[in-house]
């Protein structure tokens, strides 16, 4: 059961280093890109962004099921949905600083990559 939670604490630890970290990089290299409230109006970086989320939510998930690793798909499932419930407290903070199509997309692809990710460990 504590190796279950640690490997969702894992996860979630992993997903948001990685994220925060990506983000600061974005940030020195291009920025000029970024608004003061930490929006971008670039497409491109938006992309790069959620690519860059769908990426981290495969590792997250994919290292939660190797920390796990005996069998038992709550775990994963457990990271996807506190990254989904964090995610949307986030985008809801941001809702109005990035157009729809980014938030939603955002949202939308946590738990499968989660999932994914997962199961390329299984």
């Not at 989320?53 to 005996?70: L, P, R, W």
């Not at 994963?76 to 989904?84: F, K, S």
Request: no cysteine; glycine share 10%; charged share 5%.
């Amino acid at each position: 059961m504590l190796r279950s939670i640690g490997a969702v604490i894992g996860g979630f630890v992993l997903w948001t280093v990685l994220w925060l970290g990506t983000n600061s990089l974005l940030t020195i290299i291009t920025p000029g890109s970024y608004n003061e409230d930490g929006s971008t109006d670039s497409a491109l970086l938006m992309l790069i962004i959620l690519i860059l989320s769908v990426v981290f939510s495969v590792i997250s998930g994919y290292t939660a099921e190797k920390i796990v690793n005996d069998g038992s798909t709550w775990p994963v499932w457990a990271l996807a949905l506190a990254l989904l419930a964090v995610g949307l407290l986030v985008q809801i903070s941001f809702w109005s600083a990035f157009p729809l199509w980014y938030n939603i997309l955002f949202l939308l692809f946590l738990v499968p990559a989660t999932v994914f990710g997962g199961r390329l460990a299984g």
